[in-house]
């Protein structure tokens, strides 16, 4: 069902949400001053939900040395931005009564914007709010045909961009082909952006969950392009701690086994925070997080970026 992966403008936030901006902001740039670094962990369970896990549980290392953990801990704010690809087929709002579920199932502190991405950019329907049904208001069936050309990861990227400063827990739910018509696969098995992408999403600590849906259009149903693309879709995933999910190159059944499963993952997160320092410019650093307690292990980014510092 699932595949583990190995693999326009933002407008003015609603005003009940500054002082949540305000205040983070003032928080990274004191974690900034103080040589520390904290990014999401998502604890899986194996067999069944992952339990309650605490600090003494959990081994944190960077590159090959084991480090200590100043702070694990969980954080009910989180910012999530539904992007759907405009490309995919129009059959896709079909599925549309299960995201809509998943919207409104997630819990009062969960900030969600939705966006469409065509002509390289997220053209943005509903601002990051609390108010979920208005979130899901913004759902519409997808351009298809007419918004091929465009590149996901671009599209991703500029939603990055411009991602105001938010809380520190930060997920993209991206639904596309993961075709870059943009590129086009003539540049390799991956994008050239993709690298771009993750790199920014490890900066933001952004987790970046992929489900594929089929493109509109004739390359929609070619094996090549597919297969490159969910190996781009894969990578996003893993690589920003995250999963992706697709079964085989031709639409789900249904996406409600994908929703449901986003949502525990997304109810199960926490955030580490270790002394670092990333020199004059900042630098990213390989993380790797590790639990002997059974059935249970870890997401994480493939790498933590450092912010500058003494």
Do not use: C
């Amino acid at each position: 069902m699932r595949h583990h992966s190995t693999v326009g403008k933002l407008g003015v936030f609603l005003g009940a949400l500054l002082f949540v901006v305000v205040g983070t902001s003032q928080a990274q740039t004191k974690a900034a001053a103080s040589g520390t670094a904290t990014f999401t962990v998502t604890a899986v369970g194996k067999k069944e939900g992952a339990p309650p896990i605490s600090k003494d549980d959990v081994q944190f290392f960077t590159g090959k040395e084991r480090k200590q953990i100043a702070d694990w801990k969980k954080d009910d704010n989180l910012f999530l931005a539904i992007l759907i690809d405009d490309s995919i087929v129009n059959a896709a709002a079909g599925q549309w009564s299960d995201l809509k579920e998943f919207i409104m199932a997630q819990p009062a502190t969960t900030h969600i914007a939705v966006g469409y991405i065509r002509n390289n950019a997220t053209q943005v329907a509903q601002d990051f709010t609390t108010d979920h049904e208005l979130a899901a208001k913004a759902l519409r069936i997808p351009i298809g045909t007419a918004a091929i050309g465009s590149s996901p990861y671009l599209g991703t990227m500029d939603m990055l961009k411009r991602w105001p400063q938010t809380g520190p827990r930060r997920s993209i739910l991206l639904i596309s082909s993961g075709i870059d018509f943009f590129r086009g696969p003539w540049s390799g098995p991956f994008s050239p952006d993709l690298d771009s992408v993750i790199q920014r999403a490890e900066r933001q600590n952004t987790n970046i969950w992929t489900i594929y849906y089929p493109s509109a259009g004739h390359h929609g149903g070619s094996f090549y392009y597919v297969t490159n693309a969910q190996n781009n879709l894969g990578k996003l995933s893993d690589e920003t701690g995250a999963e992706a999910f697709y079964l085989g190159t031709g639409a789900p059944v249904s996406l409600k086994p994908y929703f449901d499963e986003i949502a525990e993952h997304l109810s199960n997160q926490y955030l580490l925070t270790f002394a670092a320092s990333g020199g004059a410019k900042g630098k990213y650093q390989s993380v790797k997080v590790k639990t002997e307690l059974p059935d249970v292990e870890f997401l994480t980014a493939a790498a933590v970026f450092l912010p500058p510092g003494a």
